[in-house]
T-cell receptor, first 113, second 115 residues
């Protein structure tokens, strides 16, 4: 089944404890992206990647890191999480950029205390 | 900078009513425009798109016209159904002609159709 998977789906952590949210797609897509969703603010793009080893900042990259070493994986790293990073995170992928349909993962709900 | 504004946080039509959900954008580039829909407990999914000015996106009875002169991309439907209830996000890719990856969303409009 073609899909985007994220792990974990739920995470509660403490301020300053490094964490990684994994994202994987099995559709051989070139483009991948991370978003956060907060009430009243809609969705905001964190980072995106047009292809392996190519990443660019979205609207809200501060406090996040990404890497794209393989085509299928695009992990999101929070080196020192803070409470303002409590949010619902979505990973997405498309065949090649935004001219093609993006497929979203199921989301990861992160709480930082 | 680039931005998208959706003026209504929530709309509450009755089944069979016509619908307009407003979306205005601001950019100095040549954007592509999108509407995404999100059902409860799910990730967003692409609803319709328009890649250049004067294009019209269509899907499941919904339409949106890319109007450069008024910088708008309003979502319209002649007769809404209860199953259309969801959150709708307008979005902009600032340099659509180059197929870049940056995407900016509006705040979202919750559509709740009354039976």
């Amino acid at each position: 089944e073609a899909q985007v998977t994220q792990n974990p789906r739920y995470l509660i952590t403490v301020t300053g404890k490094k964490l990684t949210v994994t994202c994987s797609q099995n559709m051989n897509h070139e483009y991948m992206s991370w978003y956060r969703q907060d009430p009243g603010l809609g969705l905001r793009q964190i980072y995106y990647s047009m292809n392996v080893e190519v990443t660019d900042k979205g609207d809200v990259p501060e406090g996040y890191k990404v890497s794209r070493k393989e085509k299928r994986n695009f992990p999101l790293i929070l080196e020192s999480p803070s409470p303002n990073q409590t949010s619902l995170y979505f990973c997405a992928s498309s065949f090649r950029g935004l001219s093609y349909e993006q497929y979203f993962g199921p989301g990861t709900r992160l709480t930082v205390t | 900078g680039d931005s998208v504004v959706q003026t209504e946080g929530q709309v509450l039509p009755s089944e069979g009513d016509s619908l307009i959900v407003n979306c205005s954008y601001e950019t100095t580039q040549y954007p592509s425009l999108f509407w995404y829909v999100q059902y409860p407990g799910e990730g967003p999914q692409l609803h319709l798109k328009a890649m250049k000015a004067n294009d019209k996106g269509r899907n499941k009875g919904f339409e949106a016209m890319y109007r450069k002169e008024t910088t708008s991309f309003h979502l319209e439907k002649d007769s809404v159904q209860e199953s259309d209830s969801a959150v709708y996000f307008c979005a902009l890719s600032p340099d659509g002609s180059s197929n870049t990856g940056k995407l900016i969303f509006g705040q979202g409009t919750t559509l709740q159709v009354k039976p």
